[in-house]
């Protein structure tokens, strides 16, 4: 039986202790300002990863994927328990459906979505097959080609910084990202 994401998301946050509660917002403010260019609630921020790694198994990224979420979550301090739950957590017992900021076609939320599934495949590299797969689901995100391409490249090269350790581009390319979730959706 599928339950929703923020279900599933809400029980286990429902179940933490507050020092560990508090330490994760925090970390997930800086995570989200870093990944998205602004700050997400931890909810948010948990939704989105279990969304990004449903979509990366399904869309057979998932060899990076592991890789890059345990990277990243380190890197801004989450706590352990919360980086095992979402390694941890089935994607495929969820409703990716549901969240609670809707994933409108071609919308911010999509934008955000398709580079985290791209972010984390390109950990392991994303080779031509890769890149007609994160075609495909740009195309199914409502995302034209064009930003489709934009986003894949700069996902690469902020992996690339990140794995290098390049703390000033990382920060340009933070700002780059949100620039490029905020252009306006294009036919093209």
């Keep these: 039986m599928e339950i929703s994401i923020v279900e599933s998301t809400h029980r286990f946050l429902a179940g933490l202790d507050h020092d560990t509660l508090r330490a994760a917002e925090l970390s997930a403010r800086a995570c989200s300002r870093q990944a ?8 948010e921020v948990l939704e989105l990863l279990v969304s990004a790694k449903a ?18 979550l380190t890197r801004f301090a989450m706590p352990l328990v919360i980086q095992r739950h979402l390694l941890d957590v089935d994607p495929g017992s ?3 459906e549901e969240l609670s900021t809707p994933v409108v076609p071609g919308g911010l939320q999509a934008r955000r979505l398709f580079w985290l599934v791209v972010s984390l495949a390109s950990f392991e590299g994303l080779r031509q097959g890769a890149r007609t797969r994160a075609e495909g689901l740009a195309q199914r995100l409502g995302i034209s080609p064009s930003l489709g391409r934009v986003l894949v490249e700069e996902a690469q090269i902020s992996v690339s910084a990140l794995l290098q350790g390049d703390e000033p581009l990382l920060r340009r ?8 979730f905020l252009l306006a959706p294009d036919a093209g």
Excluded: K, N, T, Y
Excluded at 55 to 72: I, K, N, P, S, T
Excluded at 173 to 179: M, Q
């Design 55 to 72: 979509l990366a198994v399904g869309d057979d990224f998932a060899r990076g994927e592991a890789q890059g979420l345990r990277m990243w």
């Design 36 to 43: 998205v260019g602004c700050e997400l609630a931890l909810q």
């Design 94 to 96: 969820l409703d990716l």
């Design 173 to 180: 390319l933070s700002e780059l990202r949100a620039a490029i």
